[in-house]
């Protein structure tokens, strides 16, 4: 079946550590993106991609990098410079980043901080 | 910039109700409008898009929303809704360029029996 992969489904997250949130699709799309999800706030874009070793900065990116060596690819590291990590994190992708598109969302990474 | 407003954070109702969730965006161009609808812990689902044409759209699931332009808004509707709809709805704008989606802030459907 194609679809979207996240993993882990949670992750702990100690002060001054970097974590890395894993993202793959075998859907074979071009464009994939990293939301970030806090309750009553809907979802802020971080970072997406177009296309293999390009990507853009987000509504939110600070404390967040990112990169895409491969099609089907995308991991998002949370950095020691994010202080407030503690979120849902969505991963999607769509076929070339129309703005028609339908993004297709994996099923999220929960992040806590210990 | 544009803007999506989901005014209503929490909308409770009785099965087989009709229900309306509200959305108006504000843009200065042409948009596209989505909905889509996250089960609890889950990613999310497209449930329909507007993207030119026919002002009423139909989705999955029994729900159709209706754009209108002049109130700049794209209410879901759905005429009788089932436990099974209990999720939360995000109504989402698309314009120009690239898709960087803009959402609202969601309304979560509260189906009782």
């Known amino acids: 079946d194609g679809g979207i992969t996240q993993s882990p489904k949670y992750l702990f997250r100690k002060e001054g550590q970097n974590v890395t949130l894993s993202c793959e699709q075998n859907?074979?799309?071009?464009?994939m993106y990293w939301y970030r999800q806090d309750p009553g706030q809907g979802l802020r874009l971080i970072y997406y991609?177009?296309?293999?070793?390009?990507?853009q900065k987000g509504d939110i990116a600070e404390g967040y990098s990112v990169s895409r060596e491969k099609k089907e690819s995308f991991p998002l590291t949370v950095t020691s410079a994010q202080k407030n990590p503690t979120a849902f994190y969505l991963c999607?992708?769509?076929?070339?980043?129309?703005?028609?598109?339908?993004?297709?969302f994996g099923p999220g990474t929960r992040l806590l901080v210990l | 910039a544009q803007s999506v407003t989901q005014l209503d954070s929490q909308v409770p109702v009785f099965e087989e109700a009709p229900v309306e969730l509200r959305c108006n965006y504000s843009?200065?161009?042409?948009?596209?409008l989505f909905w889509y609808v996250q089960y609890p812990n889950q990613g999310l689902q497209l449930l329909l898009k507007?993207?030119?044409?026919?002002?009423l759209v139909k989705g999955i699931n029994g729900f159709e929303a209706e754009f209108n332009k002049s109130q700049t808004s794209f209410h879901l509707r759905k005429p009788s809704v089932h436990i099974s709809d209990t999720a939360e709805y995000f109504c989402?704008?698309?314009?120009?360029?690239?898709?960087?989606?803009?959402f609202g802030t969601g309304t979560r459907l509260l189906v009782s029996p």
């Open positions: 999607a992708s769509s076929i070339s980043g129309g703005r028609d598109e339908t993004q297709y």
């Open positions: 859907l074979n799309h071009d464009a």
């Open positions: 991609s177009q296309i293999v070793n390009d990507f």
């Open positions: 843009s200065s161009v042409s948009v596209y």
């Open positions: 507007y993207l030119s044409g026919s002002t």
């Open positions: 989402a704008v698309s314009d120009q360029g690239f898709q960087k989606l803009v």
